[in-house]
C-alpha cells in the first residue's frame, strides 16, 4: 500500500548523492567470503570500506568510522567477541550499526549469537526470508545461507524484530521488504541471478551501512540503498552472461548510476 513517508525516487537518488558527496568511511566486521565483493560495492557507491576486526584494534577502528556492519557469515567465538567490542564502541558513539545474520537458523550457534546481537539494538537488520525468520524464532527453512522461503512471508517476522530493536528489519528476495513497524516499504527491482552470486547480501548491507551513516532517517536509508542496489543488480544483468559477468557488472553499475536513472527506475510501494 502506498505510504506518503515512504521515500520517492527524488529521496532515492538524494540519498545515492548524499553518500558520494559525504564518502562515509565504514567498517565491516564481515565474513572471508564477503570482504572483497562488499568493499568494492562500497568503493563503488562512493565509501570507503574497511574490514578490521583484532581484538587489539576494533574498538579504536570503531571510533573512526561512520557506520559499522556485522555479519556472522564465518563467525568463530574470536570473531563474535571483535563483534561485541565493534558493537559496544559503535554504540557508544551512537553511529549506526547493521547485524547480517547470515544463516540464522541453520545452527543454533548461529541463532544465538545472531540473537545476542539483536539485543544490542542494531539500527538495521538485513537479512534474507529465511534468515529474518528464524531470527524471529518463527520456522525459517534455509538451506544453509540461501533462503528457501519468500521475503513477503517474513513481514510479521520482521515487524517483530524491529520491535525487539527499535530500528529498521530489511528482508531482501525477490521485492526486498522494509520495515520500522510504522512504514513498510516494499523495493522492486533486482535480478534471480543475484542470488547465484555469493556474498551479494553480505554486500547489499554494506552498502546499507553505508546509506544508514549519510542518512538520518534508517528506514529512508535501508529503502534507498536496497532500491540503488537493485535498480544496479537489474542493470547489471541485462547482458550479463551468467554469474560472474554480473559481479563485476553491479560494480560498474553501482558507480555509474545516475540521477536519471534512479529517477526513472525506482520502484517504492
Ligand atoms: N529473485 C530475485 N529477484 C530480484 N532480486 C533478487 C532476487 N533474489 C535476490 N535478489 C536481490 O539480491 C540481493 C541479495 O539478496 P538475497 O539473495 O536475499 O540475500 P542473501 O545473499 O543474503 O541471501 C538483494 O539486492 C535482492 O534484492
Ligand atoms: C557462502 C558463505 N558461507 C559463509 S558466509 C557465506 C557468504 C554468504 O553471502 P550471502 O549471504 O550474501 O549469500
Ligand atoms: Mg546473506
Not at 12 to 25: E, F, I, S, T, Y
Not at 221 to 230: K, M, N, P, R, Y
Amino acid at each position: 500500500m502506498a505510504d506518503s513517508t515512504l521515500p520517492g525516487s527524488a529521496d532515492v537518488w538524494a540519498c545515492a548523492d548524499a553518500v558520494r558527496r559525504g564518502g562515509p568511511l565504514v567498517h565491516n566486521v564481515t565474513n572471508y567470503v564477503a570482504m572483497d565483493l562488499s568493499a568494492n560495492a562500497l568503493l563503488a557507491v562512493g565509501a570507503s570500506p574497511a574490514m578490521v576486526h583484532a581484538h587489539e584494534e576494533v574498538v579504536d577502528f570503531a571510533l573512526l568510522a561512520d557506520a559499522l556492519v556485522v555479519n556472522i557469515g564465518t563467525l568463530s567465538p574470536n570473531w563474535v567477541e571483535s563483534m561485541r567490542l565493534a558493537v559496544r564502541a559503535a554504540t557508544d558513539r551512537g553511529i549506526p550499526w547493521v547485524l547480517d545474520p547470515v544463516a540464522a537458523g541453520a545452527t543454533s550457534y548461529r541463532t544465538q549469537v545472531g540473537a545476542e546481537l539483536l539485543a544490542h539494538r542494531p539500527t538495521v537488520v538485513r537479512g534474507n526470508a529465511s534468515e529474518i525468520l528464524s531470527l524471529a524464532g518463527m520456522t525459517g527453512r534455509g538451506k544453509g545461507v540461501d533462503a528457501t522461503d519468500e521475503s513477503g512471508d517474513a513481514l510479521e517476522a520482521a515487524v517483530a524484530l524491529a520491535q525487539v530493536t527499535g530500528g529498521v528489519v530489511a528482508v531482501t528476495g525477490d521485492v526486498d521488504v522494509v520495515t520500522d513497524r510504522r512504514r513498510t516499504a516494499h523495493v522492486a527491482g533486482g535480478h534471480p541471478l543475484m542470488a547465484r552470486v555469493t556474498a551479494m547480501g553480505c554486500a547489499a548491507s554494506a552498502v546499507v551501512g553505508a546509506y544508514a551513516a549519510a542518512v538520518a532517517d534508517p528506514l529512508m536509508a535501508t529503502a534507498s540503498a536496497l532500491a540503488v542496489f537493485g535498480l544496479a543488480g537489474e542493470r547489471a544483468a541485462t547482458g550479463a552472461v551468467g554469474p560472474g559477468t554480473l559481479r563485476w557488472r553491479l560494480l560498474d553499475e553501482l558507480y555509474a548510476l545516475e540521477q536519471s536513472t534512479v529517477l526513472a527506475g525506482t520502484r517504492i510501494s
